[in-house]
């Protein structure tokens, strides 16, 4: 019993002092972001690196979720007459839920593992500590362009994953399911407000805040060499997805 206790003890003890560093880690960057100079160049690589390289995998996901969203939505809709309104759920779904999370999961495994892989390189190498001795400070050279790149091409990967996602959508509600192509337009013009897809953005950019502040911080506190690298790694895509879907269900409460 006292061996079970000094495990939960020790377990908990873990738990919140990971919770604190990862706040310091926070606030640190957010500090940072607002003092100058503001590295253009180095955010503009990094916003290639998270939003121009994840952009295929963002076209393909957008575009088979906009297809089967279709096919689940109209033969659920069928039962109750109401196939006209399968274009203008699909879009409110996009723009709502689907193409901002679905987009920040699938960046969170794409580049939130490859920012916690490269930093936590860095750190087993030394040469994070290399910054330190040269008078320049990490959080400001490495977490902050790409903190702001995550918070910027989020929003620009959501808009195109909504079009596709509806362009998927038309595709096989006009062309497998028969569904009339004016009524499928005029019912997303009708139904789909700004506020639906104004709403979507501000998640992507929190969701784009949440998965590259997770990645740094995993990567500039790795420890253990090679293999603590790739459970880093692991721990960055498995953390960022969580805290995205937990973030979801408070801002989606909050916001419709």
Do not use: H
């Not at 310091?24 to 290639?48: D, G, H």
């Not at 995998?57 to 906009?66: C, R």
């Not at 506020?195 to 805040?209: C, E, M, P, R, T």
């Not at 949440?210 to 506190?221: E, S």
């Amino acid at each position: 019993m006292i061996k079970f206790l000094e495990i939960l003890g020790g377990s908990i003890i873990k738990v919140i002092e990971q919770m604190g560093q990862l706040m310091l880690f926070v606030i640190n960057t957010l500090i940072w972001i607002f003092r100058p100079p503001l590295r253009i160049r180095a955010i503009f690589k990094q916003m290639e690196f998270v939003g121009v390289k994840s952009l295929f995998v963002v076209i393909l996901t957008g575009s088979f979720t906009g297809a089967v969203m279709t096919i689940q939505i109209f033969y659920g809709f069928s039962m109750f007459r109401a196939e006209s309104l399968v274009s203008a759920t699909l879009a409110i779904a996009m723009a709502r839920e689907l193409g901002p999370v679905l987009t920040a999961l699938m960046v969170a495994g794409r580049a939130g593992s490859a920012i916690a892989a490269e930093l936590g390189t860095m750190r087993v190498t030394e040469q994070i500590d290399a910054l330190y001795v040269m008078a320049a400070n990490p959080v400001k050279f490495l977490v902050v362009p790409r903190v702001l790149a995550g918070v910027v091409m989020l929003p620009i990967l959501t808009v195109i994953s909504n079009v596709m996602g509806i362009v998927g959508g038309f595709l096989v509600g006009v062309g497998l399911l028969d569904i009339n192509r004016g009524i499928f337009i005029n019912n997303i013009v009708e139904y789909l407000d700004v506020s639906d897809v104004f709403n979507g953005l501000i998640k992507s950019a929190v969701f784009g805040l949440i998965l590259t502040l997770i990645g740094c911080y995993k990567g500039f506190y790795t420890t253990g060499g090679a293999e603590g690298v790739g459970k880093s790694t692991t721990e960055a895509v498995v953390m960022a997805s969580i805290l995205i879907l937990a973030s979801d269900y408070v801002m989606t409460a909050i916001m419709f």
